[in-house]
C-alpha cells in the first residue's frame, strides 16, 4: 500500500517569510494529493490540492508543486501570517484507491 | 449547505463499556469515510463506504470496531468493550463520489475511555 512521510514535524517561521513542507510518496500508481490544515481542535480543510497532470498550482499565497519522478510533493505558503499557524497534513492517493493516505503532519507556528 | 455532522461531540465511557458514534455526510455524497486520530498524531483510516459496494473495513483495528451505513446516508461506528487506548478523535468524511476526490470532514467526535 501507499506510504506517505512528511517532514518537518514542526516548523517555526517569523512573520512575513515562507514555509515549505515536503512529502514523499511510495505508490507511483497515486495521482491525486491534497492538503489540509487542521487549527487546534478543529475539523482538518482542504486548502489546495493537485493531479498528477500538472506540476504546479497556486492559490494566492499558497503553492504546491509535485515531482512525479521524484514521488515527493511540497506546499509553500508565502508572506505568513500568524492565522496560518496550524498542522498541516498532506495525503496522496490512487484514482482506485478507497482512501487517503495521510502524512504525520507538520506543526507549523508563525511567530509575530 | 450543511457540511459532515458528527454526534456526539464529546464522549466520556467507561472501559468496558460499547460506544456508537454518529456521522451525517454531505447530502448526495455516495463516499463515507472514518478515521481515527490520538492525540497530536495524523488521520488513521478506519473504514471506508461507497454507495451499495461492501465497505472497505481494511483500517478496523480490532474486530471490536465495527459500522454500517444505512441508506447511504448516516453511518454509524460502534466500539464494543471499549479499551484506555481506544481514546482519540474520531473523525468522518465524505465525498461526492469517492477515490480521488476532495473529502470533507466533520468536527469529529472527541472519545476519552477512563
Known amino acids: 500500500g501507499e506510504n506517505v512521510e512528511q517532514h518537518p514535524s514542526t516548523l517555526s517561521v517569523q512573520e512575513g517569510d515562507s514555509a515549505v513542507i515536503k512529502c514523499t510518496y511510495s505508490d507511483s500508481a497515486s495521482n491525486y494529493f491534497p492538503w489540509y490544515k487542521q487549527e487546534l481542535g478543529k475539523r482538518p480543510q482542504l486548502i489546495i490540492d493537485i493531479r498528477s497532470n500538472v506540476g504546479e498550482k497556486k492559490d494566492q499565497r499558497i503553492a504546491v508543486t509535485l515531482n512525479k519522478t521524484a514521488k515527493h510533493f511540497s506546499l509553500h505558503i508565502t508572506e505568513t501570517q500568524p492565522e496560518d499557524s496550524a498542522v498541516y497534513f498532506c495525503?496522496?492517493?490512487?484514482?482506485?484507491?478507497?482512501?487517503?493516505?495521510f502524512g504525520s503532519g507538520t506543526q507549523l507556528t508563525v511567530l509575530p | 449547505g450543511a457540511g459532515v455532522s458528527q454526534s456526539p461531540s464529546n464522549k466520556v465511557t467507561e472501559k468496558g463499556k460499547d460506544v456508537e458514534l454518529r456521522c451525517d455526510p454531505i447530502s448526495g455524497h455516495t463516499a463515507l469515510y472514518w478515521y481515527r486520530q490520538s492525540l497530536g498524531q495524523g488521520l488513521e483510516f478506519l473504514i471506508y463506504?461507497?454507495?451499495?459496494?461492501?465497505?472497505?473495513k481494511s483500517g478496523l483495528p480490532s474486530d471490536r470496531f465495527s459500522a454500517e451505513r444505512t441508506g447511504g446516508s448516516v453511518s454509524t461506528l460502534t466500539i464494543q468493550r471499549t479499551q484506555q487506548e481506544d481514546s482519540a478523535v474520531y473523525l468522518c468524511?465524505?465525498?461526492?463520489?469517492?477515490?480521488?476526490?476532495?473529502?470533507?470532514f466533520g468536527p469529529g467526535t472527541r472519545l476519552l475511555v477512563l
Open positions: 495525503a496522496a492517493s490512487r484514482s482506485s484507491a478507497r482512501q487517503l493516505t
Open positions: 463506504f461507497q454507495g451499495n459496494s461492501a465497505p472497505d
Open positions: 468524511a465524505s465525498s461526492l463520489q469517492g477515490a480521488g476526490e476532495t473529502q470533507y
